[in-house]
C-alpha cells in the first residue's frame, strides 16, 4: 500500500469547510473521527467519498470509549460491540484502517465526555500514581506497577481477538500510543513494541503528539523512539500535532495545535515518518490550510 497524506476530522464541524479544504487540496485524504455522530456521517458521506483512509474508532460516536484493558466481561462485549460498528463505517467509506485506543488501567468504562473523563480520572484509585494533578499526568514508574502490567496483558490478549475481526471485515487494526495519563495504557515505545508483535494482524498507529509528552514525563530520547517504533514495519498510519508539553517547566498538554507551534521539529519528524511509508494524518484541530500546507511543503 502506497503512503497517502490526510487530515482528521475531528476538527471539523461544517460541512462547507470540508469541501472548501478539499477542493483547495484535492490529493488530500480524510480520517474519520470518534467525535462524528451517525447524522454528521450521513452528511458528510457525499462529499467525502472515496477520499477516506482510516476511522478512528469509535464511529460513529459512543458514550464510551472501548476498554480491552478491563477483565469485566460486560465492558470487554461492550467495546467489542463498538469496534463491529466502527468496522461496519470503515467497510461503508472504503477506509482500509480502523485506530484504536489500546486500552485503560482500569475494569471500568471510559466515558467519552471529557468532563466525565476527567472526572474518572481523579477518582481515589489512581491516585497514588498521580505525579502532577492537572491532566492527571502519572508518576514515572507507572507503566512498571502491578496494575499496569495486569491490564497491559489482559489488553494484549483481547488485541489479539480483535485485530482477527478486523482482518475478517477487511480493515487493518492499528492501536495508538497514548499520552502519560493514569489509566490509560500505551504510553512507552517499548509497550508498542510488544503490542507490534504480539499478532501478526495487529498493527500502529504512532501518535507523535503523545509520544512527545512521553519523552518529557520517561525522559526518553524522542527522535530514537519514533526510529525504535518504526523499525517494528508495523507502523501503518500516524496522527501529527504538537502540544507545549516541557518537562523542566511541567507542563504536560495534549492540546493538538498546530505542527509548528511548540515543541519538535515536525520536519524532522515528518521526514521520518515518509521514510517509514506509514500514511501521515494531521491531527491538528485549528487552521487546516495552513497545516495542510506544511505538510506538503516538508514532506515534497
Same mark, same amino acid.
Given at each position: 500500500m502506497s503512503q497517502r497524506y490526510g487530515?482528521? &476530522? %475531528? +476538527? /471539523? $464541524?461544517?460541512l462547507q469547510a470540508i469541501k472548501n479544504h478539499? *477542493?483547495?487540496f484535492p490529493s488530500l485524504q480524510w480520517e474519520l473521527s470518534y467525535k462524528m455522530s451517525e447524522q454528521f456521517l450521513d452528511e458528510v458521506e457525499p462529499i467525502i467519498a472515496g477520499r477516506v483512509i482510516s476511522v478512528h474508532a469509535s464511529c460513529p460516536a459512543e458514550a464510551i470509549f472501548p476498554n480491552f484493558g478491563s477483565r469485566d466481561p460486560v465492558v470487554l462485549q461492550r467495546s467489542f460491540d463498538a469496534m463491529r460498528r466502527t468496522f461496519e463505517t470503515a467497510r461503508r467509506f472504503g477506509a482500509q484502517i480502523v485506530v484504536l485506543h489500546p486500552g485503560y488501567v482500569t475494569d471500568l468504562e471510559i466515558p467519552a465526555s471529557n468532563i466525565q473523563r476527567e472526572a474518572l480520572l481523579t477518582d481515589v484509585s489512581f491516585s497514588p500514581y498521580v505525579a502532577v494533578t492537572e491532566g492527571s499526568i502519572c508518576r514515572s514508574d507507572y507503566p512498571q506497577s502491578d496494575v499496569y502490567r495486569q491490564h497491559f496483558e489482559q489488553a494484549k490478549e483481547s488485541l489479539i481477538r480483535l485485530a482477527a475481526m478486523a482482518k475478517e471485515a477487511g480493515v487493518r487494526l492499528a492501536a495508538?500510543?497514548?499520552?502519560?495519563? %493514569?489509566?490509560? &495504557? +500505551?504510553? $512507552?515505545?517499548?509497550?508498542?513494541?510488544? &503490542?507490534?508483535?504480539?499478532?501478526?494482524?495487529l498493527y500502529v498507529c504512532l501518535d507523535v503528539g503523545h509520544?512527545?509528552?512521553?519523552?518529557?514525563v520517561y525522559d526518553f530520547p524522542y527522535l530514537e523512539a519514533i526510529k525504535q517504533i518504526l523499525a517494528t514495519k508495523k507502523v501503518i498510519t500516524s496522527h501529527v500535532h504538537a502540544n507545549p508539553?516541557? +518537562?523542566?517547566?511541567?507542563? /504536560?498538554?495534549?492540546?493538538h495545535d498546530n505542527i509548528d507551534a511548540h515543541s519538535f521539529d515536525y520536519r524532522v519528524v515528518l521526514k521520518l515518518l515518509?521514510? +517509514?511509508?506509514?500514511?501521515?494524518?494531521? *491531527? $491538528?484541530?485549528?487552521?487546516?490550510?495552513?497545516?495542510t500546507t506544511l505538510l506538503y511543503e516538508a514532506v515534497r
Open positions: 487530515l482528521s &476530522l %475531528v +476538527g /471539523f $464541524t461544517d478539499q *477542493e483547495q495508538e500510543n497514548l499520552n502519560p495519563r %493514569v489509566a490509560y &495504557l +500505551g504510553q $512507552t515505545p517499548q509497550e508498542m513494541v510488544d &503490542l507490534a508483535q504480539v499478532s501478526e494482524d509520544l512527545w509528552i512521553a519523552s518529557q508539553s516541557d +518537562g523542566v517547566a511541567a507542563i /504536560f498538554s495534549d492540546s515518509q521514510k +517509514g511509508k506509514a500514511n501521515i494524518i494531521l *491531527e $491538528t484541530v485549528h487552521d487546516p490550510e495552513k497545516n
